[in-house]
């Protein structure tokens, strides 16, 4: 079955570090896309990013950026510079085509950022 | 300007009583989406439609019945309501189904007692 590993349940970092949020999936297809979402604190969801497998450039966007290796199936988030109001749960999702390409969402990763 | 509303934000009743829960979305996407999360915060697809049509229905209960007047809403009817269907609720919206990105309403936090 195709499936996403999020590895780490929780992270605890202090305000301004750095930290990695780990993703690695697994899938048959050679062409596909994934996802991160956010829920903060409050609930919702929020979408952060979108990669397709063809393209392996890495990509930021302020003080986040994602690293997508399609040889080891990873898809990792990094926050530089953390800040408190990075706290919230981080979910990595790919998109199979064997259900009809319905997100598969992982189990999430719960980051606290403390001042 | 809302994006993707649900209605309502809270649920409370009690086992064996039926319940809607609405979801509209008025970025003039094609596809919706209901998901569940558990307390655990899992998250699972349960459904998708496509233009009214229905496209996924996961290994949900019966009890559990979607419906999509038009394409920019969609309801989730729940029948007979049991205490494992305590939950958050999230209705989705997106254009292409697996290529782009969803968006999600507040979620429906749905308790059964």
């Keep these: 079955a195709q499936k996403v590993t ?5 992270i605890s970092v202090v305000e301004k570090e750095d930290v990695t949020l780990d993703c690695v999936y697994e899938t048959r297809d050679t062409t596909y896309y994934l996802f991160w979402y956010k829920q903060p604190p409050s609930g919702e969801l929020v979408f952060l990013i979108r ?7 890495n990509e930021i966007s302020g003080r986040y950026s994602w690293n997508f290796q399609k040889s080891t199936s990873s898809f990792n988030f990094t926050i530089t510079a953390s800040q408190v109001v990075d706290s919230a749960v981080y979910f990595c999702a790919p998109a199979v ?12 990763t719960r980051l606290a950022v403390h001042p | 300007d809302t994006a993707v509303s649900q209605t309502p934000k809270y649920l409370v009743t009690q086992m064996g009583n039926d ?5 509209e979305q008025n970025l003039g996407h094609d596809t919706m989406y ?3 999360q558990d307390s655990k915060k899992f998250l ?4 998708s439609y496509n233009n009214k049509e229905l ?18 809403h969609l309801n989730l009817h729940i029948n007979s309501l049991e205490l494992g269907d305590s939950a958050v609720y999230f209705c989705a919206s997106s254009q292409v189904q697996g290529r782009d990105e969803q968006y999600f309403g507040p979620g429906t936090r749905l308790t059964v007692t």
């Design chain 2, 44 to 47: 699972k697809i349960m459904f």
């Design chain 2, 34 to 36: 209901w998901y569940k």
């Design chain 2, 55 to 72: 496209i996924i229905n996961e290994t949900v209960p019966n009890r559990f019945s979607p419906k999509s007047p038009d394409k920019a």
């Design chain 1, 6 to 10: 999020q590895a780490q349940t929780e």
């Design chain 1, 51 to 57: 990669r397709n497998s063809f393209d392996e450039q």
């Design chain 1, 97 to 108: 085509s064997g259900g009809y390409n319905k997100l598969i969402f992982g189990a999430g």
């Design chain 2, 19 to 23: 319940k809607s829960i609405k979801c």
